[in-house]
C-alpha cells in the first residue's frame, strides 16, 4: 500500500473519531470507521513498508491524535458553534394579592387546554379543565393550585 492511501486513511480516520467524540453523541458508526480506518492504515505501513515504518506511523498517528484532540477541545475552536443565548423563562409565580380564584381576565394565546392569559395587566400561564379557549375570550379564575391556575371560559 502506498504511503499516500496510509496518509489518506489516518486523516479520515482522525475527522472520524473528533466527529464521534465532540459532535456525534453515543457510540455510533463515524467512531467504528473512523477507528478501523486508522488500524488498516497502521496495519498496511507495517505490512508493507516494514517495522520500523510501522513504528513511526502509528507514533505520528498518536501524536497527531493527541494534538488534533488538544485543538478541538479548545474553548475558541467550538465558540462559533455554541449556543451562547439564556434561557430567561420563569415559572408562574402566583401572588395571591393579584391573582385569585373568582378573578377574571382575558385569554391572549390559545388555551389548548393550556396557555397564557392577563389578568390586571400581567400574563400568567393557564390551564382549563381540557375545553379549548380562543384568543380574545373572557376567563375566570376557578382554582389555583401549585402554582398552577385552572380557568374556565365565561
Known sequence: MSWSLIVVLIIIGLIFLLLEMLVIPGTTIAGVVGFGCVVVAIWAAFASHGATAGLVTLGITVFLSAVALYYALKSKTWRKL?????????????????????????????????????????????????EFVNPGTKVEIVKIEYNKIFVKPL
Open 82 to 130: 455554541s449556543l451562547e443565548t439564556q434561557n430567561e423563562a420563569k415559572v408562574n409565580v402566583i401572588d395571591d394579592n393579584i391573582v385569585k380564584p373568582g378573578d377574571t381576565g382575558v385569554a391572549i394565546s390559545r388555551l389548548a387546554p393550556a396557555g397564557t392569559i392577563e389578568i390586571k395587566g400581567e400574563q400568567f400561564e393557564a390551564h382549563t379543565f381540557g
